[in-house]
């Protein structure tokens, strides 16, 4: 009989791995680890059953976020520095979306013969747990790539943004922080706007970045922005609610204004890159009619909605930047 290729077979039992993290992650087991500790102890920290621990935990060593010694747990450097409450990079809520998308990705197969996502909910209809979680991912993939968009964008006051569905706000802070004579307005949803009103608390610019509760498919933008900032906001609408959008997006700005959109890119084939590929379906089993988007489709939207040329940035990471200019 012929084997399996080795590269099928990692991909076949890939969820494996995953699914050890996430359940690490889920009974926060790296905290319950803590400076070392054995298997009983950590048990009952996490409040697991102590024989399913110790497999969970030795399982955790063989994958390399753990090592153990004597029978005794220890945090490597990964799980040290994002994994354990009070870590330097404490990424666990951030982490506990990836969680969430586990159930919804669970749903594949009834998503791919539905052809949209099934028992899906919108952000306002998600409880805290899940919009915490949810917003603190979106604010951890911004934390380098926000100062990235600001730099290439390269804005300069008196200037006013508008950043739909803006989350946490980590883009408006950014741009702000750049230059003291920009202002910006952040359009969320109820749910989310007190997440992001923390966020620019935090970054002390409570008096220059303002706060709206709104949805941007029905809701007036208002007028004369010098930017309009969409950042992953595309991917979760359909061709038609992206060209109204854009439409909304150039209505509101001052002539000469910018639209930004930050996305997942796909080749005109729509095959590569592979994590916009699989983003595409990310968006089948978490929205009603999102996607991830060729460069070819992002430039017909722009020019429906009446921009000039959409022009193309790219930047490091997964995600790059059309702009199009009013
Ligand atoms: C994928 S997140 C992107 C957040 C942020 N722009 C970023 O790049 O980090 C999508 C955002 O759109 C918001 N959103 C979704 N539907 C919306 C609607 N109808 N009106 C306003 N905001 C909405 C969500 O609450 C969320 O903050």
């Avoid at 028992?119 to 991912?137: L, M």
């Avoid at 309009?228 to 854009?246: G, T």
């Avoid at 997942?264 to 978490?286: G, H």
Wanted: net charge negative; aromatic share 6%; glycine share 8%.
């Amino acid at each position: 009989m012929q084997r399996f290729p080795e590269s099928f077979g990692q991909m076949l039992r890939g969820f494996q791995q995953s699914r050890v993290l996430l359940t690490a992650i889920e009974l926060d087991i790296f905290t319950a680890v803590g400076d070392g500790a054995d298997a009983r102890t950590v048990a009952g920290r996490a409040d697991t059953d102590v024989r399913a621990t110790e497999s969970l935990l030795n399982a955790l060593v063989a994958l390399g976020l753990l090592s153990k010694s004597s029978g005794q747990y220890s945090n490597l450097e990964t799980a040290r520095l994002f994994l354990v409450a009070g870590s330097p990079a404490d990424a666990r809520l951030a982490l506990m979306h990836n969680v969430d998308m586990w159930r919804s990705w669970s749903s594949l197969t009834d998503c791919v013969r539905a052809g949209t996502a099934v028992g899906w909910r919108s952000v306002e209809e998600r409880d805290d747990r899940w919009t915490e979680a949810f917003i603190a991912a979106m604010h951890h993939n911004a934390a380098t790539r926000a100062e990235q968009v600001a730099e290439a964008i390269d804005l300069h006051g008196p200037a006013r943004i508008l950043d739909v569905g803006g989350g946490s706000g980590a883009y408006s802070i950014a741009f702000c922080r750049r230059d003291p004579t920009i202002e910006a307005e952040i359009l969320d949803l109820p749910t989310v706007v007190p997440i992001a009103t923390r966020h620019v608390s935090e970054a002390g610019l409570s008096d220059r970045i303002h706060l709206r509760a709104g949805d941007m498919l029905t809701d007036s933008f208002g007028k004369g922005f010098d930017l309009v900032i969409l950042s992953a906001i595309c991917h979760m609408l359909s061709h038609e609610d992206n060209v109204r959008l854009l439409a909304k997006a150039h209505d509101a700005l001052a002539s000469g204004g910018r639209v930004v959109i930050q996305d997942f890119i796909l080749s005109d084939d729509k095959t590569q890159p592979v994590a916009a590929a699989l983003f595409a379906l990310n968006m089948l089993v978490a929205t009603k009619q999102g996607s991830a988007y060729s460069e070819a489709e992002y430039r017909d939207w722009l020019d429906q909605a009446g921009f000039r040329a959409g022009e193309r940035i790219a930047l490091p990471g997964p995600t790059d930047l059309v702009v199009g200019q009013r």
